[in-house]
């Protein structure tokens, strides 16, 4: 591997002037720029979000605890939820697509870079107008200033006859701003990704994850676009006297949970997808072969992304829908099932007969692989509506998808992390501390998740401020807290590792993982133009072809 | 009332609480009896012990579920492992790359066919289930109740018997040849709540301006708790829920009990004069009296109850008395305002409050 003068821009930036480097961020049209204010971005707010998830936990460490009020509760999980979904989880993809995606494809920046730019500080500032709710607002019966209505905000509880204030409100329009944003940037990548390939990089040859990105921008078109809808009709219900969810008035509370899952379901896989991207290219790297059937894993995306369209309703089988309403959504639901149990038999294959390296981010996603298949099977009980009857809105509901969004979500994240992370800044994070993260991190999480799932077998409803003795709930709730400690360290060191690798760490030229697409064929961190020549591609991995000339996989594709 | 504990803390929790201090020699008979059959009833509102028809069928297909789930599981797990054990990178190896596979259709197939034949296999247990507890007819001694959520306590009307209590729904126990189940109309009153009562059925949402259903057959006595399992407002955790489940001699002497006017009597007439005479009859019914509001819940046999506050608290003397205070104190947030009555007329509207038999 060559390794050419590497620019350290971290250290370099510490030297100039602040408010000239202020200026530089604030006003960036730069992808990759954008990319890493995304990612900070979420970073904060995954801590705040981490912070309301904490004393949660620590509430209901024993029943009838006194730690904070029910107000302040209720607040709280609206608020984590909120958070982690819109401020932490959309914003941190959005910024992997819009660093990697131009990278991945050849390209020297996103379609439309103002765009870009305009989309970011949307997200940025609908983060911020949720938390002025802390100042602005004040919420059930001026019970307190955040919003407290739960993320999913069931009406008639956000009608202004049980929602005073305007709390209410700033959860409407914070993710009103956000959800431009979000469609801003989805629009973004879309048009990236079909208009912006290097040449000989057919839609077939492209790394999955461009097609997860393509597949993800495609969902928030049409999940965000809904909620965006009915922000719209809460707000007129609220300001202008319309009906459209006030059930004193005449509407209807059901209408509400119908918008709001035609969101809240294709939004799960909004998540999830670019996750897939990450799995898909990280794993094939540490197993040293090519991904195992790359077209079957494009099908299934594609399908999974069709399917998810028409499961939203899995979310609402106590509401008493009729017995055929319950079947039909019952089926697809598992349908779902199929091809994402795909992607899992198709990682495996990949990495069956490989040489598989366990460095950090590989140890992320085989946690991923595992904890997925845990996740994808509560799924399966959750969808046979009768079961779902009991484990809905139980504690069960709360571990199966903080399964999903922590144990596959955020793990790939984490993983993506430390892959990228040597492109991003030009230098290797601590591998000894990376695996500290992980192994804390992964006792945490099964700590708190594994065993989040009896209480709610058990009878216990979520989003209870306490709960009574005697229910054979509180062991459980104990070891819960108690993992939400090792979480919390883990964290800690990895954002350490970051800090201390960010400024510490060893040089990484171009391409310290003997990698095969394109961002590994440019300096890290890669020059503002990116590319100094535009690629042209013939196979799905072009620094293979690159690196053995005698075996091309394009003879093969 | 000189045998009660005057110890007893007034938000304690009332799970494990059939304590014999609450045997009033006054007490209707039935209450003594389900004292002992309460006793030794699971307060754990497992989901996987089942006491009821639909609770059962729903515990018999998550059964299924969990076989087909664990397999799944089983061979999965499986196949990670030993990749994990089998493929890993050894020190001692050359640096040459594995052999590169780009992928097999014969695999892809077959993990293709295999989901979809077990999703179908799912997929027609659950239809089933679905239509034998949706599409369930009741027979003809079926009871009927229509439970009405409030923020943040349950209204249990027995249409057909003139019956209105609060928080605790007593049922009889449904015998195979004489079939007595129970069908519950559900209806809110203001924000959405959801019955549920794991060892009786699965949860049905109760949703303002819509009429939901759902149906118990519990085949076993005894109690059964549960709790509202949508997020209704602030005080969501302490809208709790129990069922008696009695004998059908014991039901209809509860039921019989019920259908009485309220206890009025002489010792008592003071409190009655402050209970009318404030807001108390605003919200609060009773029958026979000027009081017939209905925002909160029917006091004409309010001694016939073991809790108050929706179960946040036991039905003492010093809890009722201190819920009339300063309901804050042991429901933060809940829609019961303080009475600010004086020291002597919260005594007296307490000892009214606890003739109600």
């Known amino acids: 591997m060559s390794s050419e003068p590497i620019a350290l821009t971290a250290v370099e930036e510490l030297s100039r002037p602040f408010s000239e480097v202020l200026y530089s961020w604030v006003t960036t049209v730069d992808h990759k720029r954008l990319g890493t204010l995304y990612i900070l971005y979420a970073i904060f707010f995954l801590m705040i979000g981490g912070i309301e998830a904490t004393i949660m936990r620590i509430q209901l460490i024993v029943p009838h605890n006194h730690f904070v009020s029910p107000q302040l509760f209720n607040q709280l999980f609206t608020m984590h939820g909120t958070t982690m979904i819109f401020f932490v989880a959309m914003p941190i993809l959005f910024g992997f697509g819009n660093y990697l995606i131009p990278l991945m494809i050849g390209a020297r920046d996103m379609a439309f870079p103002r765009l870009n730019a305009f989309s970011f500080w949307l997200t940025a500032f609908g983060g911020l107008l949720l938390y002025f709710s802390f100042v602005g607002g004040y919420g059930l019966y001026g019970a307190g200033a955040a919003p407290d209505v739960g993320w999913f905000a069931y009406a008639p509880l956000t009608a202004r006859t049980f929602s005073i204030g305007h709390s209410t409100d700033f959860w409407t329009m914070a993710l009103l701003v956000s959800g431009f944003g979000s469609i801003g940037a989805a629009v973004n990548l879309i048009a990236t990704i079909v208009c912006m390939r290097c040449p000989g990089m057919a839609l077939g040859k492209m790394p999955l994850f461009a097609w997860m990105n393509l597949v993800m ?102 509401v008493g829908m009729s017995a055929y309403g319950n079947t039909f959504f019952a089926l697809t639901t598992m349908v779902i099932a199929v091809p994402t149990g795909i992607k899992i038999f198709n990682w495996l294959g990949t990495m069956w007969g490989g040489k598989l390296q366990f460095k950090t981010p590989m140890l992320f996603c085989v946690a991923f692989i595992f904890q997925f298949l845990i996740a994808g099977l509560t799924g399966i009980m959750l969808s046979a509506a009768p079961f779902n009857w009991q484990l809905s809105n139980s504690y069960f509901v709360v571990a199966h998808f903080h399964y999903v969004i922590v144990g596959a979500i955020l793990f790939t994240i984490f993983g993506a992390f430390y892959y990228w992370f040597p492109k991003m800044t030009g230098r290797l994070y601590n591998e000894k501390l990376g695996k500290l993260h992980f192994w804390l991190f992964v006792i945490g999480f099964h700590l708190t998740f594994d065993f989040m799932h009896v209480p709610g077998v058990l009878g216990m409803p979520r989003r209870i401020y306490t709960y009574e003795p005697g ?70 991995r072009p620094l293979w072809d690159l690196k053995h000339p005698e075996d091309p996989d394009w003879q093969y594709e | 009332m000189t045998q009660r504990d005057p110890k007893r803390v007034s938000n304690l929790p009332v799970g494990n609480q059939c304590a014999p201090t609450r045997y009033l020699p006054s007490a209707a008979l039935f209450s003594v009896c389900s004292c002992f059959v309460f006793a030794q009833a699971s307060q754990v509102p497992d989901i996987f012990k089942p006491a009821s028809t639909p609770a059962d069928l729903i515990h018999r297909l998550s059964v299924f579920v969990l076989v087909i789930t ?133 949860k049905t949402d109760l949703i303002p301006n819509r009429v939901n259903s759902l149906w118990i057959e519990p085949h076993e006595t005894g109690m059964y708790v549960g709790q509202c399992a949508q997020y209704c407002g602030t005080q969501h955790a302490k809208m709790l829920l129990r069922v008696y489940v ?68 036991s039905n003492t003397h010093e809890s009722l008395k201190l819920w009339i205070h300063n309901p804050d104190s042991i429901k933060p947030g809940s829609l019961m305002p303080a009475m600010n009555l004086s020291d002597h007329d919260l005594e007296a509207v307490t000892a009214y409050l606890e003739s109600l038999r």
């Open chain 1, 217 to 318: 921008g495609g969902l928030v078109l049409l999940a965000i676009s809904p909620l965006t809808a009915a922000q719209v009709m809460l707000s007129l219900d609220r300001f202008l006297g319309a009906h459209f969810f006030d059930t004193q008035a005449g509407g209807s509370a059901v209408l509400w949970m119908h918008f709001f899952w035609i969101f809240g379901h294709p939004e799960v896989y909004v998540l999830v997808l670019p996750c897939f991207g990450f799995a898909s290219e990280i794993i094939p790297v540490f197993s040293r072969k090519p991904i195992f059937g790359y077209p079957i894993m494009v099908a299934a995306t594609v399908s999974i992304g069709f399917v998810s369209m028409s499961v939203w309703a899995h979310h609402m089988f106590t």
């Open chain 1, 471 to 540: 229910r054979g709930w509180d062991i459980w709730n104990l070891i819960i807290t108690v993992g939400v400690f090792f979480q919390i360290i883990a964290t800690l060191v990895f954002i350490w590792n970051v800090v201390y690798s960010m400024f510490k760490g060893q040089p990484a030229g171009n391409d310290p993982w003997d990698a095969w697409t394109l961002e590994w064929s440019i300096p890290s961190p890669p020059p503002e133009y990116d590319f100094a020549r535009i690629p042209v591609v013939r196979s799905r």
């Open chain 2, 70 to 202: 664990g397999l799944i599981f089983l061979v999965v797990f499986s196949l990670l492992v030993y990749a994990v054990g089998k493929f890993r990178h050894r020190a001692s190896e050359d640096g040459r790359e594995p052999p590169q596979v780009y992928g097999s259709n014969q695999m892809e197939l077959a993990w293709t066919v295999v989901p979809v034949l077990i999703v179908l296999v799912l997929f027609f247990a659950t239809a089933r289930v679905i239509h034998s507890i949706q599409q369930a007819v009741p027979p003809s001694g079926t009871i009927r109740v229509t439970a009405i959520g409030h923020q943040f306590w349950w209204e249990f009307r027995y249409p057909a018997l003139g019956v209105v209590t609060a928080n605790e729904l007593h049922v009889p126990v449904s015998d195979p040849a004489r079939r007595t189940p129970t069908f519950v109309t559900l209806l809110s009153a203001d924000t959405d709540h959801s019955f549920w009562v794991p060892q009786l059925a699965g």
């Open chain 2, 246 to 313: 009695e004998s059908p001699e014991q039901f209809s002497r509860w039921i019989a009990a019920e259908e009485q006017p309220a206890h009025s009597a002489d010792a008592v007439a003071a409190g009655r004069q402050v209970f009318e005479k404030t807001a108390c009859i605003n919200c609060h019914a009773i029958s026979g009296t000027i009081a017939d509001g209905r925002f909160g819940p029917d006091l004409t046999h309010l001694m016939s109850r073991e809790t108050i506050a929706a179960g946040a608290a």
